[in-house]
C-alpha cells in the first residue's frame, strides 16, 4: 500500500474497488521551497519553467498559447537544458525572480523516470510492495501518470529490457525520459488539471535509486494489463 507522511492531507491508504491504492491529495509546499530542497537534499538539478497567469479570472499559460498543451508546466526557453542549476542558492535566487515557476527537473543527469499510466503504475505499486522491490521517488500526475525514478540510462535500454520480458516496445505505454527530458515536479499545478504529487516522496530510505532493470518486468506487465 501506499505510505502516507506527513505532507499528505489523509491518514489512511485509499483503493479503488481493485484494490490498487490510489494517491492520497498533499498539502502544498512552495515551489520555492521545494525548488531549493531538491538541489539541496537529493542534488537533483532544477529549472525554473512556465507558470500560470490569471486572465479574468482564468488560469492561462505565461507562454501565451491558447493551446498549450502542458499550462504552467515546461521550459520556457530552447536553452532550457544550460539553465538548470544543482545550487540551493542559485535555485533560491531563480525562483524569487519567478515564485510562480514551475519546478521541471532535467532527466538523464541524476536520473531517468518510467512514465506509465495512473491504473499500471498504482498495479505495479501494490505488487511491488508485496515483493519487496526497493523503491524510488514516484510521482502522480493530473494527467493520470504515474513516473518511477530509477537510474540513470533507462531510456537506452528499456526498449531491450520491455523486449526481454515477452513484450513489443509499442505495444505498451511505457515511456522512459532520459538525457535532454524533463519531468515536472511537485507541487508544480497544471492547468487546471491539478498539481503533481509524491506518490512515494525522495526521502533518505530511497535515496539510492534501482536500476530500471529491477522495476521493468512488474512495469511492463501492469502496462500490458491495463492495455487489454
Known amino acids: 500500500m501506499l505510505v502516507v507522511d506527513e505532507t499528505m492531507d489523509v491518514t489512511d491508504d485509499v483503493t479503488d474497488v481493485t484494490g490498487a491504492p490510489q494517491i492520497p491529495q498533499q498539502r502544498g509546499e512552495g515551489l520555492q521551497d ?13 529549472l525554473p519553467g512556465a507558470w500560470l497567469e490569471p486572465v479574468a479570472g482564468v488560469d492561462q499559460c505565461s ?6 498543451p502542458a499550462p504552467g ?16 542558492v542559485v535555485a ?13 527537473l532535467p532527466t538523464g543527469r541524476t536520473f531517468d523516470a518510467l512514465d506509465v499510466p495512473e491504473t499500471a503504475g498504482c498495479l505495479a505499486l501494490a505488487r ?4 519487496g522491490v526497493e523503491l ?15 537510474l540513470p540510462g533507462a531510456a537506452a535500454k528499456i526498449p531491450h529490457l520491455v523486449r526481454n520480458q515477452g513484450w513489443s516496445p509499442a505495444s505498451i505505454d511505457l515511456v522512459a525520459h532520459g538525457e535532454g527530458d524533463y519531468v515536472v515536479a511537485p507541487p508544480t499545478r497544471v492547468g487546471r488539471h491539478g498539481a503533481v504529487q509524491w506518490a512515494r516522496r ?3 530510505a530511497n535515496r539510492w535509486l ?3 532493470e529491477e522495476l521493468v518486468s512488474v512495469l511492463a506487465y501492469a502496462c500490458g494489463r491495463d492495455g487489454r
Not at 507562454?63 to 498549450?68: H, I, K, S, W
Not at 533560491?92 to 521541471?104: E, H, N
Not at 511491488?128 to 515483493?131: F, I, K, N, S, V
Open 34 to 46: 521545494a525548488a531549493v530542497r531538491y538541489a539541496e537534499e537529493r542534488h537533483w538539478d532544477v
Open 63 to 68: 507562454c501565451g498559447a491558447a493551446d498549450c
Open 73 to 88: 508546466a515546461h521550459p520556457t526557453g530552447a536553452d532550457w537544458a544550460d539553465q538548470a542549476t544543482g545550487s540551493p
Open 92 to 104: 533560491r535566487r531563480m525562483w524569487s525572480s519567478a515564485p510562480r515557476a514551475s519546478i521541471l
Open 128 to 131: 511491488m510492495e508485496r515483493l
Open 136 to 150: 524510488g521517488p514516484v510521482t502522480s500526475t493530473p494527467g493520470r501518470r504515474m513516473l518511477f525514478f530509477v
Open 202 to 204: 525522495p526521502t533518505a
Open 210 to 212: 534501482p536500476d530500471a
